[in-house]
T-cell receptor
């Protein structure tokens, strides 16, 4: 594909509902990252996948957050029982070989608003 | 604890001047450091990478330095233009597991 694709681009949900965010990485990129960015803030690391496995889940804010990656490609980030503090832009990135310093290619994010 | 700090939230300079942004880190020993540009409503875009054994890297009007003793990287934009206005983020790899951590960013405004 041309780049990292995220869907939906915007999501408004009611407090307490579950949401699922999708990321389509660049074909062939083995590494995939999820970050969260609140208004005017930096990138908060959530989770990193190498292939289908997640060596580092330390950034997930609570057990309401989970992520999976299947087939070494598409990833979904699920937030259960959403809270207002979950409102943010969720960014996904993929990389060819981070061990060699390959850059991260970002999507334009999903803007989540919890009302 | 591990920290990545960028010198200021916002930097305003006049067109034509050199912008210098700072990235400091503690309790890391990264193998490399990257700089990204982020425009409003968009994801960050990669600009430059510098490795731990490199002192300086250049690309057109951009220059990055990396001092592993001071645990600091400087990012320079020479002959700045209003189109350079954006938020600039530094990122470090985490040795051992290849994930990347970002600083909070510095919002640069270049005034005509």
């Amino acid at each position: 594909g041309a780049g990292v694709s995220q869907s939906p681009s915007n999501k408004v949900t009611e407090k307490g509902k579950d949401v699922e965010l999708r990321c389509d990485p660049i074909s062939g990129h083995t590494a995939l990252y999820w970050y969260r960015q609140s208004l005017g803030q930096g990138l908060e690391f959530l989770i990193y996948f190498q292939g289908n496995s997640a060596p580092d889940k330390s950034g997930l804010p609570s057990d309401r957050f989970s992520a999976e990656r299947t087939g070494g490609s598409v990833s979904t980030l699920t937030i259960q029982r959403t809270q207002q503090e979950d409102s943010a832009v969720y960014l996904c990135a993929s990389s060819l070989d981070p061990g060699l310093g390959s850059p991260l290619h970002f999507g334009n994010g999903t803007r989540l608003t919890v009302t | 604890s591990q920290k990545i700090e960028q010198n200021s939230e916002a930097l305003n300079i006049q067109e034509g001047k050199t912008a210098t942004l700072t990235c400091n880190y503690t309790n890391y020993s990264p193998a490399y450091l990257q700089w990204y540009r982020q425009d409003p409503g968009r994801g960050p875009v990669f600009l430059l990478l510098i490795r731990e054994n490199e002192k300086e890297k250049r690309k057109e009007r951009l220059k990055v330095t990396f001092d592993t003793t001071l645990k600091q990287s400087l990012f320079h934009i020479t002959a700045s233009q209003p189109a350079d206005s954006a938020t600039y983020l530094c990122a470090l790899d985490i040795p051992g597991n290849n994930d990347m951590r970002f600083g909070a960013g510095t919002r640069l405004t270049v005034k005509p």
